[in-house]
């Protein structure tokens, strides 16, 4: 096989495998952009819940109306 002809093979080779990582680049980072908002969301609640006693504002009569 000529070297023009390796050279060309490689180039498909490397384009194909560039379009592919793309791809999978691409895909990982929309699931993560629309999972993220919901992941954050749920830890700040956690973390909001677990502040609540803790804080000097917080007074056990309080809890009902929370």
């Known amino acids: 096989m ?3 002809d390796l050279v060309r093979e490689i180039n498909e080779i490397g384009e194909q495998l560039s379009k592919t990582l793309k791809r999978t680049f691409d895909d990982i980072s929309k699931e993560a952009t ?22 000097p504002w917080f007074e056990p009569k309080d809890l009902k109306t929370l």
């Open 2 to 4: 000529p070297s023009e």
């Open 34 to 55: 629309t999972s993220l908002p919901q992941k954050v969301s749920k830890k700040l609640k956690a973390a909001d819940v677990l502040m609540i006693p803790n804080g």
